[in-house]
């Protein structure tokens, strides 16, 4: 994810009110809306930073070294309380055999991905190891982990092709392997995954990034097929809405989809759904749903998106992209999709430490 601005990766915390910004000066929060610095470690505390994970709008943050000038190793978890008095603000390291793609946190556990390993902890109270699970070669760290406190889900890539597996936190016994459920999602590899704020839904993409698929976390069927395009492409990104009632997708073609999962009759159908019975190499692109409104990034610049939390409508949705800038847009029902505000981030100046 870098880029030429020292970027290394983005993260919105649980609640998508704001996001963290790893960096090879260091570490940066920002609120989402209004838009505005909420701190910052500087690269003498931390060294350049690969990946960075906030808990809620809590004081604790996981980080992990990397970049260019790194403080601390890529195969160790920090984790920082800024609540801490005196200089010294890290109160926790976990280290591992091999190098951490991804971190995720609720408040109750900490997650994170290796290569093909995935490791659950006790968090914050109390670390220990809770679970561990092999996985399918995963070098993009793909993961998450529901913040829902009723439903404690943690999905990611099964051992199968195309397939996930979905573990209930909440009922899995502690030091055992219990085996997750898994769902046949698609035929090539997993190139991206999301679960809905409740843990009710999960979506995901292969690779190819042409079709997304929702499905019920619960009876695992599979209840929706979104199509983002018809040209393969690198999903960044998906996200679902505060009340699950919509889904959106960015990708390396520089544009945003935004799917009505709730009111599926607001999405667009391709025009030969209405011819009528199509033959078996038509039969998939037709049955598919095209997204209600897009809307416009840098194609360049990876990116991450999330939806404003008004529940007002139009409704919203920013992009804040590795190349520093952040993009609001809002839709309306109909597929109507403006830009509303452009800031570039990094150029945001806050003089108070973290």
């Given at each position: 994810m870098a880029q030429a601005r020292g970027v290394n990766s983005l993260r919105f915390n649980q609640d998508q009110s704001c996001f963290c910004v790893a960096m090879d000066s260091g570490v940066r929060i920002f609120n989402v809306e209004p838009l505005m610095e909420k701190g910052h470690l500087d690269a003498e505390q931390v060294g350049s930073v690969g990946l960075v994970e906030m808990l809620n709008r809590s004081n604790l943050l996981a980080i992990v070294g990397g970049g260019s000038h790194p403080k601390f190793p890529d195969v160790?978890?920090?984790?920082?309380?800024?609540?801490?008095?005196?200089?010294?603000?890290?109160?926790?390291?976990?280290?591992?055999?091999?190098?951490?793609?991804a971190v995720r946190m609720r408040h109750d556990k900490l997650v994170v991905v290796l290569q093909t390993r995935l490791y659950v902890f006790s968090f914050p109270h109390n670390p220990a190891k809770l679970f561990e699970f092999d996985t399918r070669d995963n070098p993009k760290g793909i993961c998450d982990l529901c913040p829902s406190l009723e439903k404690p889900l943690l999905v990611f890539p099964g051992h199968k092709c195309g397939s996930l597996q979905l573990v209930d936190l909440g009922s899995a016994k502690p030091g055992t392997s219990s085996a997750p459920f898994t769902i046949n999602a698609h035929q090539s590899e997993v190139g991206c995954a999301a679960l809905s704020?409740?843990?009710?839904?999960?979506a995901s993409a292969s690779r190819r990034g042409t079709l997304i698929r929702l499905f019920c976390t619960q009876s695992r069927a599979r209840l929706l097929e979104l199509r983002r395009g018809t040209d393969p492409a690198t999903l960044y990104c998906l996200a679902f809405s505060p009340d699950s009632a919509f889904l959106c997708a960015a990708s390396d073609k520089g544009t945003g989809h935004v799917f009505a999962l709730r009111d599926t009759r607001l999405n667009r159908r391709s025009a030969l759904a209405r011819v009528g019975k199509v033959g078996p190499v038509l039969g998939p692109y037709v049955e598919s749903q095209w997204s209600l409104a897009s809307f416009t990034v840098p194609a360049e610049a990876p990116c991450l998106c999330a939806f404003g939390r008004g529940g007002r409508s139009p409704s919203s949705v920013v992009a804040v992209c590795v190349d520093g800038t952040f993009h609001k847009y809002v839709f309306s029902p109909d597929g109507n999709c403006n830009r509303e505000a452009f800031d570039v981030f990094l150029d945001i100046c806050d003089d108070d430490d973290f």
């Open positions: 160790s978890v920090l984790i920082w309380d800024d609540a801490r008095e005196g200089k010294d603000k890290l109160v926790l390291e976990f280290t591992f055999p091999k190098p951490v793609l704020p409740p843990g009710s839904l999960v």
